[in-house]
């Protein structure tokens, strides 16, 4: 890292790291043509995040180190998940090529900042409790109730996105399957049960940083993601394009919630 980027505070210097990174994975992506390879960043991106901060932390404390683990623990589950997935289909992500089709021969340049730069920037500020945790003094007292909460609600979280997860992967891995719609599993009970799955990891996140923190910018990053998922690029983006080309959908979507998990309701 630059002699620079060394004298920034950890805020800026997180933010700068994490936009040279995503603008050398856009200069990869044009040569190869496949803007996918943002995705394989960003559970890894909060790790070099949380490792950028740690070397002004002044010390690892006990809070520290359970985030740091079950972040890890989470970033490598994902990722796997992620490019596994991308194996499995061996194109583009769907989202992508469609706005490459849509953007025009410039898209390769648009892209930097509509893509690349913005998931760095929403990858930035999702990372809120990892700010507000390292930028806390390591012999902060700590409220360890609300912090075993944390940990429970990530627990869950976690084993619910990676239950919905290996779900589907095992559905689509029979290859008269990959057209259809799946709503067996948890998706009997919630459309995107991953979401909901993620959504709750994050807050469980939200907590463990704010037991120590007391800030309350803990929680902006598990609100934000919360709002991306429902609004932005999660199941907004989804169900426009499942009712378009998956038979069934409007019948599956009538009677199952779309993220929170309740029975499903009966038809008629």
């Not at 603008?23 to 394989?40: E, K, N, Q, T, Y």
């Not at 596994?84 to 769907?94: C, I, M, P, Q, V």
């Not at 709002?227 to 979507?253: D, I, Q, T």
Request: hydrophobic share 50%; with cysteine; net charge positive.
């Amino acid at each position: 890292m630059t002699t620079w980027i060394a004298t920034l505070n950890p805020l800026s210097t997180t933010l700068v790291a994490t936009l040279l990174i995503v603008s050398i994975l856009w200069r990869i992506h044009v040569a190869l043509r496949d803007a996918s390879i943002i995705d394989f960043y960003w559970a890894p991106g909060f790790l070099v995040i949380a490792l950028l901060w740690l070397r002004s932390y002044g010390g690892v404390s006990i809070i520290s180190a359970l985030l740091l683990i079950l972040l890890a623990i989470w970033a490598i589950r994902l990722t796997a998940h992620i490019v596994l997935r991308h194996n499995r289909t061996g194109r583009e992500d769907a989202r992508y090529t469609a706005m490459r089709d849509a953007g025009g021969p410039k898209w390769w340049l648009r892209s930097l900042v509509t893509v690349f730069w913005f998931q760095g920037v929403i990858l930035w500020a999702v990372a809120s409790p990892i700010h507000t945790l390292f930028a806390t003094s390591p012999s902060a007292s700590v409220a360890w109730s609300e912090a075993a909460l944390g940990v429970a609600v990530f627990l869950f979280g976690f084993t619910f996105e990676t239950v919905a997860d290996y779900q589907l992967a095992s559905f689509l891995s029979e290859k008269s399957n990959r057209e259809k719609l799946y709503t067996g599993g948890l998706r009997a009970w919630c459309r995107y049960p991953a979401y909901f799955g993620e959504i709750l990891v994050w807050w469980g996140f939200g907590l463990i940083a704010h037991a120590a923190s007391g800030s309350p910018w803990s929680f902006a990053g598990p609100l934000l993601l919360t709002a991306a998922l429902m609004r932005l690029s999660g199941v907004s983006l989804l169900e426009r394009r499942l009712s378009s080309n998956k038979p069934g959908y409007e019948e599956w979507a009538a009677r199952t919630n779309a993220l929170i998990p309740w029975p499903p309701r009966k038809r008629g």
